[in-house]
């Protein structure tokens, strides 16, 4: 593949990822007003994509292969270096929340919340890998008779798998609150 194609699929690919870096670029311009660790993952986003976008610069104006690979070598480096770091500032931030919290007699978040997002989020993964399965079962390689299935099965597959995580989500919400002694309460 010559370098020409590669930086345009590259810089193509950059331009789409603007819904992570834009918000990434915002959250640094806010400063102060984010937390330190909300400000590092936005400093490893826009390094990441940073990186990708001088990758594709290089590409049209280097002739050897080794300089983008060597800047897209130590931009990851930097990138995941900066993204290790946001995840230890998190979890500090979140055990002083959490003792601070507990100083004024709060609880804190419901056992299984984070376990209800992980099952939701799996749930919402699951459905269009499923819908690509299912169009692959179904639709014959010469094409003949499934047509209605490229339209009806991945639409049925994602629309039973977000009616599951919407379920497995009242359910695990209905459980906390029974657990919590929340039921019978006014808001």
Do not use: K
Not at 25 to 50: E, K
Not at 77 to 97: D, F
Not at 148 to 157: H, S
């Amino acid at each position: 593949m010559s370098h020409a194609v590669l930086a345009l699929g590259l810089a193509a690919v950059n331009v789409s990822g603007c819904v992570w870096y834009l918000p990434a670029l915002a959250d640094l311009r806010a400063g102060a007003d984010r937390p330190v660790s909300r400000r590092s993952a936005a400093a490893a986003c826009v390094s990441g994509w940073t990186t990708s976008g001088v990758v594709a610069v290089l590409l049209l104006v280097s002739g050897a292969w080794w300089i983008p690979c060597a800047v897209a070598v130590a931009g990851a480096a930097a990138t995941v270096g900066l993204r290790a770091g946001a995840v230890v500032q998190r979890r500090r931030e979140a055990r002083e929340s959490a003792r601070d919290w507990a100083e004024l007699g709060h609880a804190g978040q419901p056992p299984g919340t984070a376990r209800a997002r992980t099952g939701v989020a799996v749930l919402i993964g699951v459905g269009p890998a499923a819908a690509v399965v299912a169009l692959v079962v179904v639709v014959e390689p010469g094409g003949g008779t499934g047509r209605w299935a490229v339209a009806v099965l991945p639409a049925a597959v994602v629309g039973l798998s977000l009616a599951l995580a919407f379920a497995y989500l009242r359910m695990t919400r209905n459980a906390n609150r029974y657990h919590t002694g929340a039921v019978g309460r006014r808001r």
